[in-house]
């Protein structure tokens, strides 16, 4: 074997042992983890997803604290491709129009984890709708939202609060949609430093 073909296999193998040892320390944080902060409370997430990035996030939660789930659903939006929502979606917010979704029953939960897409900038109509429409007294509200390009985190937290009523509204999640790769790990940090 020449020195090039030694040079090859040693990078290779030094990348091998690289990505062992990120895997490793991966396993070992998440199987550390706990989400004491948010044990006995009555938890529901709660969410939105028209293309399912939103939902997928949710079930990821899910995973972790194995509560109830339950999705909006609004028929306005059913069987809509991109372009068709975003004009939808445009002048509905034009004219400060919120949907019909179906009905939550949120009176057994402390806690609801609520998710939604990014739309315009905005929480998505659907979630808006549903904040207006529950009440959140004595509830602590955790958003998470997925978005797709740019979007400003706080006036998304302020829009729960505002929409909610509620000013027990803890840090939300965020992640762009089309990198899920490392969200699970984040996601499992922001879970484990809920505290209430
Ligand atoms: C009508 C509409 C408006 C959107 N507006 C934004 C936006 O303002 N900023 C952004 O980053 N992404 C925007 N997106 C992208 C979505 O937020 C992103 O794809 C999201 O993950 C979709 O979630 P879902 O699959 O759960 O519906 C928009 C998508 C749609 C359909």
Redesign the pocket.
Known sequence: MNKKAIFLLGIIFALLVLILVVFFLNWHFNKHISFAGLSNKKTLIVYY???????EIAKMIRQYLNCDITEIKSEEYENKN?AE??NL?TEQIKKNYLPQTNKINISDYNIIFVGS?????NISLPVKSFLINNNFDNKTIIPFY??????NKSKLDNQVKELSHTDIVLPSFLTV?YKFTFTKTRLIRWLSKITL
């Open positions: 997803s028209h293309s399912n990035h939103t939902e991109a929502l975003t979606v897409p990014v739309w315009q900038g997925t978005f797709g390009g740019f979007v949609c």
